[in-house]
Nanobody
Framework: QVQLVESGGGLVQPGGALRLSCAAS????????MGWCRQAPDKEREFVVA????????YYADSVKGRFTMSRDNAKNTVYLQMNSLKPEDTAVYYC????????????????WGQGTQVTVSS
């Protein structure tokens, strides 16, 4: 089992920035990739970004390319999502997820999920 704990959500104005964190624990050895997905009200959960557990192969959804950056701190078993130039349409609950697959670019490839953290972009 892998446990994931997110933090860092909140309210930000359009054009602002936030950084989300996700700490992984438990069966770390089984993780191939980490990712972030998000779910807006009345919408399906959608893939946002993924990175292999060794920090390689970042993959971004078109909607966030150039604005979001995912990174990893090996020593802390923690991944981060730096979100810049936020837009109202980025408003959603953001979920951290772990996959046994080395390259996981689809929501369905993730087996472990965090509890989610709310990001609201509004003036």
């Amino acid at each position: 089992q892998v446990q994931l704990v997110e933090s860092g959500g909140g309210l930000v104005q359009p054009g602002g920035a936030l950084r989300l964190s996700c700490a992984a624990s438990g069966s770390i050895f089984s993780i191939g990739a980490m990712g972030w997905c998000r779910q807006a009200p009345d919408k399906e959960r959608e893939f946002v970004v993924a990175i292999s557990w060794n920090g390689r192969n970042p993959y971004y959804a078109d909607s966030v390319k150039g604005r979001f950056t995912m990174s990893r701190d090996n020593a802390k078993n923690t991944v981060y999502l730096q979100m810049n130039s936020l837009k109202p349409e980025d408003t959603a609950v953001y979920y951290c997820a772990a996959s046994p697959t080395y390259f996981a670019s689809s929501r369905d490839q993730y087996e472990y999920w965090g509890q989610g953290t709310q990001v609201t972009v509004s003036s």
